[in-house]
Nanobody
């Protein structure tokens, strides 16, 4: 089973920045992609960003130019740098991994981010 552990959440004022980390228990190269989803009360989980096994980032339109996805293959970790945060960015950011080779998807427990106005 793939384990994903997030860190880096917290409380920040509007306009501030946070950096989230997600470490996987397996070799990151064994995964097709890893990414981030946002959970907010009363709303469906929504895609935020993803980085492929080739290191190519993809973003939701709402965060393009504001958030940056990166990875450290030596640490089997991905990161999400979030800038110019707004109160609507508040929620739980959940790390996701997907392997196309065995059609497997795994989720972390999430990192709570609160942006105050």
């Amino acid at each position: 089973q793939v384990q994903l552990v997030e860190s880096g959440g917290g409380l920040v004022q509007a306009g501030g920045s946070l950096r989230l980390s997600c470490t996987t228990s397996v070799n990151i190269h064994s995964l097709s992609s890893m990414g981030w989803y946002l959970e907010r009360p009363g709303k469906q989980r929504e895609f935020v960003a993803r980085i492929t096994v080739l290191g190519e980032p993809h973003y939701a339109d709402s965060v393009k130019g504001l958030f940056t996805s990166s990875r450290n293959t030596n640490e089997n970790a991905i990161y999400l740098e979030m800038n110019s945060l707004e109160p609507e960015d508040t929620g739980t950011y959940v790390c996701n991994s997907y392997s196309q080779w065995d059609n497997r998807e795994d989720w972390g427990h999430g990192a709570r981010v609160t942006v105050s106005s």
